[in-house]
């Protein structure tokens, strides 16, 4: 039958589809890390001046990116595993989305930076200090709450950068108060799963499955499509 987007269901799911796949996402998420670990440890010994730090971070950020869209992929693929089998080129990020994501990323990071030199370049006084806190406050919830809903819709609906936002936006509306419940349960994970690495391998896998599936429930509610796996047991 039809479900309307549910809070509880949508971590029971993403629990569900951890457990039944706990291998395959354990063996992506340990190779990932250690691929962005050794990389970014490489670049920094090894690039001395500042152009080679520069294409460091620049290859970083690529890769970073890479790894992300690849999981988001691959949860995605286990979502509907039941209805055909897939194999690791279907997994692999195509060109459009690493650009469109890549675009993304530097257009609101570059309009952040932009706005906070902005501020800074007022007269300081109590203005200035509600104005930066607000532009940060802004960004920071934009980053955090609308840009993996973006995510999903650049890998799953092949969308382009402003693309994906509104779409974002108009998903979450009618489910604003429900998805800012789960935001806030995802930040108490993270906040208590990264005071340790083994905490960090676990939580921050199973916050972008609960992602996904949230995305994923979100559609289905706007649909009125039925979601199979939200009847697990």
Known sequence: MYHPFSVPDTIKTAWYLLRRNFSVVAIYSIIGFLVIGLMGFAFYFVLNSNIE???????????????????IKLIFQLIDREYYDFDFADIVPRFKMMFSYLLLLIIVSTLSVFVTHAIESLEKGLAQ????????A??????????????????????????????????????FIKYFLLFLIIEAMVFIGTATVIGMLFVIPFVNIILVVAYRKLIYSHQDIDDDLSETK
């Open 53 to 71: 730090a520069s294409i460091g971070i620049i290859v970083v950020l690529f890769v970073i990116s890479f790894v992300f869209l690849g999981f």
């Open 138 to 175: 802004f960004f920071q919830f934009f980053f955090l709450f609308y840009f993996p809903i973006c995510a999903c819709f650049i890998v799953d609906d092949s969308s382009g950068p402003f693309e994906s936002v509104m779409q974002s936006l108009k998903l979450i509306r009618g489910n």
């Open 129 to 136: 200090s509600i104005l930066g806190i607000l532009v940060w």
